[in-house]
């Protein structure tokens, strides 16, 4: 009779066997292949050690890229969370018809990147919405579109980007708010303490590890941007990222496979660091209270 640790290990095969061919193994031999010179197109390739990682960072392109993605990042994780954290305050509060505004904010976060994409390369195109709104308040839209300006460009999808994730990241505040005990603002009132010092002394500190959690999953996010620098731009107006920079790199243009995968890993080892500055900084801020 098999014992329970043999049903388990076999019951586990295929899961494993899924994260060694598909996760596993390509990650190894990524990394492997960013120390060669390999193309797609080409049969041969040879050892090249340390050359392409010397070479990205002297690529000004890939430095393009990289300020790019951290012109992203930051310009779009603080407001995303602000404006989340507003949301799920408001519709957190009971009043009649609360469900459908929950509903409203969180539609845009399950609807097709690729379609909200094209959607709003209309509203940002020339004699556009966007553009006519603009005008409405005295303000001088691009020429030919913000999509189609460097001074534009990447700053416009970025704000689509905040505009799709706050409804998301709201439910998760939500969620934390909820699990708040009532208890807690009960003693606060008879305390005598108003709503602004229940929000600072109640509710942030106890939402500060949803808080981790919401900024670090959307620095990854931020970091991996693509679809949308894809359809919108592709790349140009100076609104390419790192991602786009890799699969040009590696599938459109050039083929260069060892100089993509290389470019991949110095983008996996900034989100690592990132991410751990992220949680060295809630632990530091955890001690001081």
Do not use: C
């Not at 469900?99 to 959607?119: H, K, N, Y």
């Amino acid at each position: 009779m098999n014992s329970p640790k043999s049903t388990a290990l076999v019951l586990a095969l295929p899961w494993g066997a899924t994260l060694i061919l598909f996760w596993l193994f390509p990650l190894v031999y990524s990394f492997v292949m960013g120390f060669t010179d390999y193309r797609l197109l080409v049969a041969d390739y040879q050892w090249v050690g340390w050359s392409n990682y010397r070479e990205l960072f002297l690529d000004p392109d890939f430095g393009a890229a990289l300020k790019n993605t951290f012109v992203f990042v930051i310009g779009t994780i603080p407001v995303t969370t602000v404006v989340a954290l507003g949301l799920a305050l408001l519709v957190s509060r009971g009043f009649k018809g609360r469900g459908i505004f929950r509903a409203g904010f969180f539609l845009p976060s399950v609807t097709s990147m690729v379609v909200i994409a094209l959607i709003f390369t209309n509203l940002y195109q020339r004699g556009g919405y966007v553009a006519m709104l603009a005008e409405l308040v005295g303000l001088s839209p691009p020429e030919y579109g913000f999509l189609y300006d460097q001074g534009t460009a990447l700053y416009s999808i970025m704000a689509m980007d905040v505009w799709m994730s706050v409804g998301y990241y709201m439910l998760i505040f939500l969620a934390g708010l909820k699990a708040i005990p009532d208890e807690l603002y009960e003693a606060a009132e008879i305390a005598g303490a108003g709503k602004l010092r229940q929000f600072g002394t109640i509710t942030l500190p106890l939402l500060r590890p949803v808080a981790l959690f919401i900024v670090v999953i959307n620095s990854i996010k931020s970091f991996q941007v693509f679809v949308e620098i894809f359809v919108m731009t592709k790349g140009k107006f100076d609104t390419a990222t790192a991602v786009y920079f890799i699969y040009n790199e590696g599938l459109a243009t050039h083929f260069r496979f060892g100089y993509a995968s290389a470019a991949a890993y110095v983008l996996f080892i900034i989100i690592a660091v990132f991410s751990a500055v992220q949680f060295a900084l809630l632990r530091r801020r955890e001690a001081l209270w």
